[in-house]
């Protein structure tokens, strides 16, 4: 039983003084063989700590995949009536097709923004103006 525990023992450190060396000898495949067997030697002893911490953030990445967020964006875009439609106004039109009423809002909201009067500029902005026309 003793000699099993050297044996494991004396693995150990051969594989420790073959890691270090390689780390010694510089380059990306020494610094990883390094730092990778560092690593697997941490978690195989502390192999229960490994799992739960696997588990943990698995669960903590399934969570954050699947949450939604609040639906306050969205609020209000589905929440307009829909408009009636009156099959009477089709026929009085004279043999329109019902995709022409959309046309006729837009074209109606395009005359009413052109009805409104310009913005007037601001002080500010005035000042500005003019303060380029000197230069």
């Known amino acids: 039983m003793q ?9 150990a450190r051969d594989s420790k003084r073959r890691r270090l060396e390689a780390y010694e000898q510089g ?3 020494g610094y990883a063989t390094y730092y ?21 953030m698995f669960g903590a990445l399934i969570k954050f ?5 609040s639906d306050d964006d969205d609020e209000g875009i589905y929440d307009a009536p829909l408009p009636e439609e009156d099959d009477e106004d ?20 395009v005359e009413e923004e052109e009805k409104k009067p310009a913005k007037k500029d601001s ?3 005035k000042k500005k103006k003019k303060a380029g026309k000197a230069d």
């Open 3 to 11: 000699e099993k525990k050297r044996e494991v023992t004396k693995a």
């Open 27 to 29: 380059g990306v495949a």
């Open 36 to 56: 990778i067997g560092e690593t697997s030697d941490l978690i195989q002893n502390n192999l229960i700590a490994t799992i739960v911490t696997v588990l943990l």
């Open 90 to 109: 089709d026929e009085d039109a004279g043999g329109e097709s019902k995709g022409d009423a959309p046309t006729k809002k837009i074209e109606e909201v």
């Open 65 to 69: 995949c699947c949450m939604g967020g």
């Open 123 to 125: 002080k500010k902005k």
